[in-house]
C-alpha cells in the first residue's frame, strides 16, 4: 500500500511544482532541476523518519508556547495546524520542501536583478545567471538536509534571499520614501527573529546595506523606525517567555556561544567542512562579488560575509555547527550564479558542467547513504558509539516509529505512565513516536524537556528505553531505581543488517539521584 500513497505524493508534488512555476518567470532547464531536486525531497521525505533536531522541532508544536528553551517559536508554530491533525511525517515535510522551493525562486530571481544591475550582458539565453545560481543551490549536499527537515536554518534561508530582495529594493533611488516597503521589511525581519537568534546578523547586513545608499539621513525617516517597530512587536512573544521562564534562552544562547578554549585546528576543520558540504561551486560566488560593478548590488554580499565571519570565528571553540551557515550560502548563491554563467560564456562550460557533475555525484552518494542506512560502508556496525564497537551516525533516522509504538504498549501493559531516557539527545524521538507519554531526561541537565515534564518524581516508576547507538548501564540505586526488570529488545534492520537495538525495562522507585554512565566507560 505504501508504494501507492508514495506515488501519490511524487505527482501531487510535480504537479505543484509546475503549477507553480508557470506564475515565475523561470526558463524551462531551470524548472527541471527544480523538479528533479523536489522529487527527491518528496521521496526521502516519504522513506526516512524524523531526525533529532525534526522531532524536537515538531514537539514544539505539540506543546504550543510563545517560545521554547533553545530557539524561538516559529519552527513549532507553522506544524501546529499539521500536528493538530495528526498529519504523518511525509506531510510535515512538505513545509521544508516549500520553503526550499521558493529560496531557490527567490536566489534565481535576485541572480537575474543582480545581473542587470552590476551592468553586465545576461549570458546566451534565458536566464543564465538565474540557472546557474538553482544549480549551484540545487548541488549543494547540506541543502538537501534543510530541504528534508524543518529546522529554523531552513527558514532563515528562505526569510534571508527574501530579505535581500526587500534590501535591494530600499536601495533603489526613491524606494526609501514608501512606508509600505519598509513595513513589509519590518514584517521579514521580525519573522527571522521568530525563528533563530541568530537573525540579528541579517539584520545588521540590512542596517549596513540601507545605510551604505542613503546615508545617515535615512535615520530621519519614518520608514527605517516603522521597519524597526513592526519587527520588535512580532518579536515580542519571545521576550514576553522569556521574562516568564528567567530569561534562559537567552542565558543557554550566551553560555553556548562561548564555547570553549579556541583554536586554529577548529577553524580550519570548520572551514573544510563548509566547502565540502556546500561544494565548490559557491566558491565562485566570491568572484562573482568581487566583479560586482555596481555599489549598491554589492553590498548585499555582506549578507553572506558577515553571518561566515561570525561562525568561523566561533568555530575556534568549537560551537559552530555546519548547518549554521547555510543562509550565509544562500545569500552568495546568486553571485555565483553570475560568476558560473561569465565562465560558461567565455569557455570554460566543461570545467563549470564537470564540477558540476561531481557534485552532484556527491548529492546522490549522501542521500543514498541515507536511504540504506550507511551500506555497504557502515552496514554492519549496531555498537554503542562510546565504547569499542564503532556507531552508525546514518541510524538515526531509523527504528524509532517502531521503537514509540512498542513503548506505548509496553507502559501500557505494566501500568506506567512516562518513558525516561539517560540522554537529552534521545527524548526527542522517543516523545515524538512515544506522544502522548511524557518524557523524563534523568540525566542532571536542564532542557526544554523540564519544562515540558519536569523531573522524574522522587519514587516514581517509567518505562525506561535504552538505544545501542548511545547505550547507557541501567541506573540501579543508590543511583538510579530500586528495581529494572528488563521487558524486550527491539532490533532495527536496513537492507537485512541491524543497524541498532532499543531496550526496554520497567523501572520502578527512583532514587532522584542522577549518574547517568555510558556503557564501557570506566
Known sequence: MWPFRLRGFLFCGVGLLFSFSSFVPVPARTRWVLALACLVHFAMGALVGLSVDEAHYALYAAHPALSYFDHPPLVGWLQWPLVALDAPTAVLRLLPQALWLGTALLVFQLAQRLQALGGQADMPGQGAAGHWAVVALALAPLLHVL???????????????????????????????????????????????????????????????????????????AGPWLAVGVAVLLVLPVAVWNSQNDWVSFAYQAQHGAGGDWSGKHVARFVLLQVLVYGPLFMWGGGGLARMGAQPARALGWFFVLPMAVFTVASGGGTSLPHWTAPAWVALAPFAGMALAQSVQRGRRRWVVGLAWAQGALCVGMLGLMLSAGWPFVSGSHG???????????????????????????????????????????????????????????????????????????????????????????????????????????????????????????????????????????
Open 384 to 522: 554503542q558509539g562510546n565504547s569499542q564497537s564503532p556507531s552508525n551516525p546514518l541510524a538515526d533516522v531509523y527504528g524509532w516509529d517502531a521503537a514509540g509504538q512498542s513503548a506505548r504498549a509496553l507502559a501500557a501493559q505494566h501500568g506506567l505512565t512516562s518513558v525516561a531516557v539517560q540522554n537529552w539527545t534521545l527524548a526527542s524521538r522517543i516523545g515524538w513516536y512515544a506522544r502522548p507519554l511524557p518524557v523524563h531526561v534523568l540525566e542532571d541537565r536542564f532542557d526544554q524537556f523540564d519544562l515540558w515534564a519536569g523531573d522524574l518524581p522522587v519514587g516514581a516508576d517509567t518505562l525506561l528505553v535504552d538505544w545501542s547507538q548511545l547505550a547507557y548501564t541501567v541506573p540501579q540505586a543508590p543511583h538510579g531505581f530500586a528495581h529494572c526488570e528488563f521487558l524486550q529488545a527491539q532490533d532495527v534492520r536496513r537492507l537485512g543488517s541491524t543497524i541498532a537495538t532499543f531496550r526496554f525495562y520497567a523501572c520502578r522507585r527512583w532514587s532522584g539521584s542522577p549518574q547517568p554512565q555510558l556503557q564501557g566507560s570506566p
Open 147 to 221: 530541504g528534508l527537515g524543518l529546522l529554523p536554518d531552513t527558514l532563515l534561508m528562505f526569510l534571508t534571499a527574501a530579505l535581500m530582495w526587500w534590501t535591494l529594493d530600499l536601495m533603489q533611488p526613491g524606494r526609501g520614501q514608501l512606508l509600505a516597503l519598509w513595513a513589509s521589511l519590518g514584517v521579514l525581519l521580525g519573522l527571522a527573529g521568530l525563528s533563530k537568534y541568530t537573525a540579528i546578523v541579517p539584520a545588521l547586513a540590512v542596517a549596513w546595506c540601507v545605510l551604505r545608499a542613503h546615508g545617515l539621513r535615512v535615520l530621519a525617516c
